[in-house]
């Protein structure tokens, strides 16, 4: 048996798993990372949904988390962002994939970040601290999201510029995207902000964007959140989600579901 045999043996799909490949690797800083992995030809999901995948557990198991999928569902691959923890029993492991390595990839996508979750609107926001960016950067692709809102709106709120994966491609408005580059030019607008680095854009909390109206800066629309047009989807820290949840219910907001569509969403599942 060789090394590399003993050091990563090989994985077995089960009834709730595939075993895929990883394609690619991008590590933006020591504390973020992205990667690629192959798609089975049946997987289907909807741009926002999250899925299982893991690496096998020191006890021979499947070690698994839930993570949003943060390429659009027409693509040929599945695109994930990951945080690093060091001691954390999957991304300790998980940080250290590499091109060729094997990953569990689960075959039931779900979530409440997507479009039938909502009521039809005029603009779409997506508020997003950290890695909670994953599910807009899908849904952000999806051509059909250009479809249903005149306007689609990612906030991004990280601690350091290196945090802001993907930043690039969101200031050139996915320019080179095969699918959403002719409407997303006119559509789709990227609002960062840095809290914690000196950063030539905005370096406030979300809340305070909201309340000096600089989030609304060069959008199409009223200055302020309206329940009539608006439609808001958020993801990424506890604290925002909680904060911003209680502040739409207080404006007239109610939120959505699959059951029943609303008109601002969070995935519960990462919540609790």
């Keep these: 048996m060789t090394e590399a045999t003993t050091d990563k043996p090989a994985l077995e799909p089960t009834g709730a798993l595939s075993v895929e490949t990883v394609l690619s690797v991008r590590h933006w800083n020591e504390h973020l990372f992205s990667f690629r992995i192959s798609r089975p030809a049946s997987f ?23 993570y949003s999928v943060a390429s659009p569902s027409w693509d040929e691959e599945l695109e994930f ?3 690093k923890v060091q001691d ?6 998980l940080q ?10 689960g075959r039931k996508p779900t979530g409440t970040l997507v ?13 997003s601290t950290g890695t909670g960016l994953a599910p807009f950067l899908s849904l952000s692709r999806d051509p059909d999201v250009y479809e249903f809102y005149e306007q689609v709106v990612i906030v991004h ?11 690039e491609e969101l200031e050139a408005k996915w320019s080179e995207d095969p699918l959403v580059s002719e409407q997303a030019p006119a559509q789709f607008h990227y609002v960062p902000t840095v809290t914690r680095e000196p950063f030539e854009g905005n370096s406030a909390r979300i809340d305070k964007l ?6 609304f800066d060069g959008i199409p629309g009223p200055a302020a959140f309206d329940p009539e047009t608006d439609r808001i989807m958020m993801c990424g820290s506890m604290e925002m989600i909680k904060q911003f949840a209680a502040y739409f219910e207080e404006s007239g907001f109610t ?16 919540v609790g």
Excluded: C, H
């Design 210 to 215: 909201v309340e000096s109206g600089t989030l």
């Design 81 to 83: 962002l990951s945080i």
């Design 115 to 127: 479009t039938d979750a909502l009521l039809p609107g005029k603009r779409l926001f997506m508020l």
């Design 44 to 66: 289907r999901f909807r741009s926002g949904e999250f899925v299982m995948i893991g690496l096998q557990g020191d006890n021979g198991k499947p070690l698994l988390r839930a």
């Design 96 to 105: 250290l994939i590499q091109p060729g390595d094997q990953i569990y990839l």
């Design 255 to 270: 939120e959505g579901s699959n059951a029943a569509p609303g008109q601002f969403v969070i995935e519960r599942a990462f």
């Design 157 to 167: 709120s990280v601690r350091r510029v290196s945090d802001l994966a993907l930043r």
């Design 88 to 93: 954390g029993p999957l991304t300790s492991r």
